[in-house]
Structures are given as C-alpha cells and as structure tokens.
C-alpha cells in the first residue's frame, strides 16, 4: 500500500523534533536533570520497561473506566438539557459554574472520601471529561433547526420522533467530537490524582522518580501517557469516521 504525503507527515515531524531535541541537549551540554535527551528517555524506559507497563495499564484502566462513565451520564443528560431550549438555558449556566471548578482542588475531597486508590482517580477522569460530552450532545440537539422541526410537526411527527429520528443522529459529529477531547482531558485527570494520592499509575511512578532525582524517568512517563492518549484519540477518530462518514463527505463536497 502505498503511503501518501499526509501518512507520512506524523511520523516525520515526530522523528524530526527529537532529532532537534537530542541536538540541543548535546549541542548546550543541557543537564540531564534539567532537559534529558531523548536517547536518555529511551534508555530509561527499556531499563525500567515493567514498571512503565505496568502502571500504564493501570493509569489506562482509571482513565476509561472514569471515561466511560462520563459518556453514559454525559450523553443521559446532554439529551435532557437539549430536549428543551429552557432546560438548556436553565442549566447552562450551573453547568458551566461546575466545570469552572479546578479539578485538582476536588482530588483531596475525593481522597479524604474515598482513600487512596483507583477510586479517586476514576472519578476525576468522570469529572474532567464529562462536561465537554454533555455540552456537544445538548447543542447538537437544541441547534436542531426550527423550520425543519415546524415541517416535521406539520407532518405529524410528535417531539419524540424529532428527537429520534433527526436530533439524536445530527449529534454525531457532536459527539464524536466531544470523544475525542475528553479522552484526553480523562488522562488529564487520572494522572493528577495518581500524582496527589495514589499507589500505582504513571502519575504515582514519576512522583516516586521525581523524589529520586530521575528525571529521564520522569519524561519516559511522559511519554508513555502521551502515547496512550494518541492511540486513544486515534481509535475514536477511526470511528468517528466510520459511524458518521455521512458528516465528512458532507463537509469534502461543500468544501469542493
């Protein structure tokens, strides 16, 4: 198969930025304990490949246990709050007030309730991602048209089969968009409670290398989670392509 120009350009900046990367650090003598080159983040992390994997699985285990509660509720209410336009303005503003609401600043509460573990964590990643879910749904829906919606009823549709027949799939693209975004934010937040209280995940792990001065670990950390949320990103644009193509050729043949 071959591979064209847009295929190749992540991998190339990718492998160019470490490039420019290493060449810094050798070229300023950077301290490893300021900025380690990326051949000393590899190093690190085939020294120390078991402890990486293993609190990798365990940071991905929290952050979509926490995600995917987030999707159920978040779609649940994001078709609440769009069934109405009242109830949407209603709750707006609450909704916003709570997603103003620093994260970090609710961790301690979740510790002091719940101890340290996997608890906290999965609900922070609930937390963190569940606004942008909610949001996108309720303004896929309450965006609906209303000419198309006064044609509908003239129709004989009722509020119903509007909903269902027409506001639920044009949230799609919504959706899916929200997807995205909150999967990374739910690593976001898994990994700012393993760094508060936590025994495992790859948030605990470079707090521990970071009290140990080791700080080639601490980026292998790093990397490791930015790996994850790219291959997480990745998944949902896959099905986001598959599940709502009708948005994408939509948007090629307006733009073409």
Known sequence: MKLSAEDIAPVAFTVGLFVIWEAACRLF???????????????????????????????????????????????????VVGWSRTIY????????????????????????WFGIGEIPAILTAFLISFFPIVVNVATGLATTEPELEDVLRALGASKLDIMRKVGIPRTGP??????????TLAFVGAVVSETIGANAGVGHLMVQAGSNFQMPLVFAGLLALAVEGILMYAIFAAFERRMVAWAFRSSTGAGG
Not at 31 to 39: M, N
Not at 89 to 112: E, H
């Open 174 to 183: 919504y959706l899916f968009g929200a997807l995205k975004v909150g999967i």
């Open 89 to 112: 303005r209603g709750l707006y503003p609450v909704m916003i007030g709570f997603n103003s609401v620093p994260k970090v600043a609710v961790v301690p509460i979740l510790i002091m």
């Open 29 to 79: 003598r950077i301290d490893t304990f300021i900025l380690p080159a990326p051949t000393d983040i590899f190093a690190a992390m085939g020294k120390y490949w078991w402890p990486l994997l293993k609190n990798s699985f365990v940071t991905l285990w929290t952050t979509m246990a926490g995600f995917a509660i987030a999707v159920v509720f978040g779609i649940a209410l994001g078709m």
